[in-house]
């Protein structure tokens, strides 16, 4: 098998056949669904969107030099973007930076929306393939020849259903071509232009960030299998038109492109997202006999892509039950590929973040080099110009997919949501960066040194240094961020060479709960390490937590904290948890020979997930989970002997 092959396979004519004639059968399967249900109105009372929201404003700016974190959403589509347009998307790139500011939009189904507390930073990532062309060319599909909110609001089950799936099938069989008959560069280019006077138009240095990039594509021959990954450029220097998967199919050609960029003097990186939907090709570095992929792990991988978003709508990329059995809490918004795909460990292994680090300290014991030290964010991938990460304010991804609440749930009666993976997904996440100040070069420079963390959509502010000596008491000073750099190296650092033979690395953790969110339940570390024999291994340990509690000394589980959720309220109390944790911790096991990195992990207490104030909202029963314990997730600290 050819590099190329194993990085990207190809779908064969007679595995293509086989997929329309299933896509035919499940059309049928559709309309005689839909006809069955009659031919009523849906009456979804959820299209009149969530109760309207008053923007809260964001905190002051700091001052000159301090270091603070900013909030933003790396990822959000328009109507430029051929499977939102044709979804019912009319929002355009200025749409995402007004709402991303305050302002009210209105949703692809039709209702108007707002932003619970305004970002400081967000781009505009619509899909390069095709880019405008499903938008700007005459492209007849439902939702052009009725308008979404029309048909969503006033035709019957059948029509809605048979809508869907002639969507549905033009996206699975051509992706994003659907019916074009080819790529128009002046279209692209026109819709690029677009995209980037909207970037440039809100561009507000000190108050406001815009990132100019796009989404770059892939799929590995089969619907749904992801290699996707944003491009995004730290400043106005761009090219012409976006590099596209139709231009490089693999992610060795995007890197070509990206070196060709940095050797211009752009200042430009790729953020890989769902690694979770890549069947095991996000990460991979080596063969089934475990030898080095060359292609694959080039020495700059982890210069080119130095942070990877663990955290969206489309599921977690942490880690997965299969790969951490030992980890509690690692079945958290697990969404699968396809629905009705079964997850394999094969098909998990090189496809979630954690492993993929412990992959990276691996080839560092036995290569010298690491091509996965990258740090995480959170972000949407919202398909309609919003960043709906608030559990209680979820809009969903794709206004015809999932919309409104009975659309999301079934209680629409379409039964569209068993057809979807809609209700496995999550609200969305956001990212957090470290920097001196809201300006594209600061920022920019904080991503690429990995200064980032990534949430599940609340506004946890999390710290992280390591070095060899703290002083006592250091997690609980006022200024952690001095103090730590004082000593040591933040998240996303190299910890320098040990001062002293035997002495253990030594690590400050701080977490502060969402001003507006739930209190916290712990503060863990998360460590990887590899033995003598090159194989890797993880530990969580239990740095800090809320409440009355002890570790079991026979299990050596901490209790869990408990949970105020009423479910059938949608309410939570902060009667449990802490809204401030702190520990200083040095590493028990710690072998000076050993590659290892470590990262934090912070856990709210159970909070009601988006499904529930669907449930809320439609008058019906919760689905499960009924609760989650939302997280933020930092980027690593590396240790190399």
Known sequence: MTGRQHIVGRRTRAEAGGVKIKLLGLLLL????????????????SLTGPEPIEPITTAPAPTQGEQRVYWGDLHIHTSLSSDAFTMGVRAVPDDVYRFAKGATIQHGAGYSVTIARPLDFAAVTDHAEYLGQAKLSDLDVPTTRQRLADLLNNENRLTITQAWWEIMSLIRENGFKLDLESVDPAINKSAWEEMVAAAEQHYEPGVFTTFPGWEWSADAGDVGTHLHRNVIYGGDDLPEIPFSSIDGPTPPDLWVFLRSERAKGRRVMAIPHNPNLSEGLAYRITGSSGERITELSPADRSILEPISEILQIKGSSDTH????????FADFEIAGTVPGREMTLTSVKGAYARDALRGGISMAHSEGFNPLKFGVIGS????????????????GKLP????????????????????????KWGSGGLAAVWASENTREALFDAMQRRETFATSGPRITVSLFGGWGF???????????????AYGVPMGGDL????EVGLAPEFIAVAQRDPLGANLDRIQM?????????????????????DDRDVDPDTGKLPSVGSTVDSKAATYTNQIGAPQLSAQWRDPAFDPRQEAFYYLRVLEIPTPRWSTYDALQLGMEPMEPVAIQERAISSAIWYQP
Do not use: C, Q
């Open 380 to 395: 949407s991938d919202s398909h309609n110009a919003t960043s709906p990460s608030d559990e209680k304010g979820y809009t």
């Open 400 to 423: 015809m997919m999932d919309g409104s609440a009975g659309l999301r749930t079934g209680a629409a009666g379409l039964a569209l949501d068993k057809m979807t993976p809609a209700r």
């Open 496 to 499: 320098p060479m040990a001062p």
């Open 526 to 546: 998360i460590k990887g390490w590899v033995d003598a024999d090159g194989v890797s291994h993880e530990a969580i340990f239990d740095l800090a937590w809320s």
């Open 30 to 45: 559709a309309a005689l669904l839909a006809a069955y249900f009659t031919l009523s109105p849906i009456e979804d009372p």
């Open 471 to 485: 002083p006592d008491g250091a997690a609980m000073v006022s200024d952690v961020d001095t103090l730590g750099r």
């Open 321 to 328: 039950p299969l790969l951490s059995s030992l980890d509690e």
